[in-house]
């Protein structure tokens, strides 16, 4: 059906008796606001949800930070409609049981309506969505009860929530990749190394999640500097049956070759020395979540092309996220360039850890691709300084910048 015009109060009452109607499902108020009154919210999202006592109407605020969620019935629940239509969003989108509605209201304060047909489909009505999760809520797990996260009823320890979702988050990252990197049916067990593996809570959880859910046989050692950590993890592993080893020392010397690298959280340029690890052992899987970037802080200055940044640079905070961005931006390029897939994700939400940026690298693409390569070189030029992750990964793969084959020319024709 072709969009109509129609007039403001038809509009409101149109999207009042779909919201508070037999059949509704979902409707979203979004876009530049139209009226004049100040609030906080950019987004209002509102569905039916069943409690125990009856249905009742969820109204979700956005603002740029988080969401507030707010429950209604009856009275209550078109009055909440009504300040929401007063907020003047330019856009709201309903969904029926029976169609697809649209307004919109142009800057003119004409209104738009286009409506479509569309097939039966269910309300989802459940107060909480119910999430695939590796290692859901409501479960007995031996593991996570072990590391305190849930107690003997399946349910998450208030505290503990966090890491609750970071284990989650993170396992489904693993599972989402191992079928690309082909790590399914190698014929023999996964030999993962976790760098910086601290509390060894993510190195346990790949252990239990590969083996004994997934049903991927894998062998597991962690990697870190402190020795207490160490043997308190290897004290852990032992109280869950054995099956995951730890060492005492620098990533380099950890006697693997890795099908998968993990370095979660290892701190500064032990992030670059575990990539390394992952590129010369070549690694099929890599993820990353670096963690204190300190390496460049003090390299990147406004000069030359980046003399444009001088006012983001003098204020202390604003460089140092800079030069975060920067560092991992190099990272991921590197990957590329020594023959990886990469992108660059967000690991968790903030509210739950600020380090939330994961670098995630498939090996099998080609190595030294110029176009990336050219990337690279411009990045450092722009900056003026040569990334850590270069000295790590060594002679090979300086071999493939601009700088190495214009040496390596000179001496040639010399």
């Known amino acids: 059906m072709p969009p109509t015009d129609t007039d403001m109060p038809s509009a409101r009452r149109l999207v009042t008796d779909a919201v508070l109607g037999p059949g509704f499902v979902r409707a979203t108020f979004a876009g530049p606001r139209r009226s004049d009154g100040a609030t906080p919210w950019v987004r209002v999202v509102v569905r039916p949800v069943d409690l125990r006592g009856g249905r009742v109407l969820q109204f979700a605020y956005f603002d740029p930070t988080k969401c507030t969620t707010k429950n209604a019935a009856g009275d209550e629940a078109a009055a909440r409609l009504a300040e929401v239509l007063d907020l003047g969003f330019s856009g709201v989108h309903l969904t029926t049981q029976a169609e697809e509605i649209d307004v919109r209201t142009t800057k003119k304060g004409k209104v738009i309506v286009g409506r479509r047909r569309a097939g039966p489909r269910p309300v989802a009505t459940a107060h909480d969505h119910v999430k695939d999760l590796p290692l859901p809520e409501g479960k007995a797990d031996r593991l996570l009860e072990a590391l305190g996260v849930l107690d003997r009823n399946g349910r998450v320890r208030p505290a503990m929530r966090a890491k609750f979702t970071q284990v989650n988050e993170f396992l489904q990252h693993l599972r989402h990749l191992l079928p690309e990197a082909g790590l399914t049916d190698l014929g023999r067990p996964v030999e993962l190394l976790d760098c910086g593996c601290g509390s060894s809570h993510l190195t346990l959880a790949a252990h239990h ?42 990533i380099a010397a950890a006697d693997v070759k890795p099908d998968v690298v993990l370095a979660l959280h290892a701190c500064d340029t032990a992030t670059d020395d575990a990539l390394a690890a992952a590129v010369k052992a070549e690694a099929r899987l890599v993820l990353s979540v670096p963690c204190c970037h300190h390496a460049l802080n003090d390299s990147i200055r406004p000069a030359g092309p980046a003399e444009v940044l001088r006012p983001v640079l003098r204020h202390g905070i604003l460089r140092q996220r800079t030069a975060d961005l920067v560092t991992d ?5 590197a990957l590329r360039i020594a023959g990886y897939k990469t992108d660059v994700v967000e690991f968790v939400s903030p509210e739950h850890t600020a380090r939330n940026l994961m670098i995630r690298a498939v090996r099998g693409v080609p190595a030294g691709e110029p176009a990336f390569v050219a990337e690279y070189d411009g990045l450092k030029r722009f900056w003026g300084v040569t990334p850590y992750i270069e000295q790590a990964l060594g002679e090979e793969f300086r071999s493939f910048t601009a700088e ?6 000179r001496n040639k024709a010399d």
């Open 209 to 250: 999640y590969l083996n004994t859910v997934l049903g991927v046989p894998a062998r597991v050692i962690g990697v870190d500097v402190n020795d207490e950590l160490v043997r308190k993890s290897a004290e852990r592993a032992d109280e869950l049956g054995g099956g995951v080893n730890f060492a005492c020392g620098p």
């Open 404 to 409: 190495d084959a214009e040496h390596a020319e």
């Open 329 to 333: 931006a190099f990272r991921a390029l």
